[in-house]
């Protein structure tokens, strides 16, 4: 196990989704060329997409970025993110919420 400490421009989003009944697949297939894409932007630190075990309608995103500019003045802009942006209020049962955080330390295994 190791631990990391983080830059002090990095930023962490934290985006719950609830979704509308039947609309996880076209959900999932929305968000995963997103996600593949996004792999590879210099920025990009990690991603780790959760759904609440209770409720298999809401789902949690995590994304760490290495900049908060990037991801604003950049990232959300990028073309393989439109086909997202469009289709995603159609799906939604209410409105995202979006969180901001600052990462300070990471603990992980590998």
């Not at 991603?47 to 908060?68: C, G, I, K, Q």
Request: with cysteine; hydrophobic share 45%.
């Amino acid at each position: 196990m190791h631990s990391a400490t983080y830059d002090p421009q990095t930023v962490t989003f934290v985006i719950t989704l609830l979704l509308k009944p039947g609309c996880e697949q076209a959900f999932l297939d929305l968000l995963a060329p997103v996600l593949d894409a996004m792999r590879h932007e210099p920025t990009f630190v990690d991603a780790v997409l959760h759904r609440d075990p209770e409720n298999p309608l809401r789902f949690m995103l995590y994304e760490t970025w290495a900049s908060l500019d990037d991801v604003v003045q950049v990232q959300m802009h990028r073309d393989y993110r439109q086909a997202y942006w469009d289709g995603l209020p159609a799906l939604l049962a209410e409105d995202r919420q979006v969180q901001v955080w600052q990462p300070v330390r990471g603990d992980f295994v590998r």
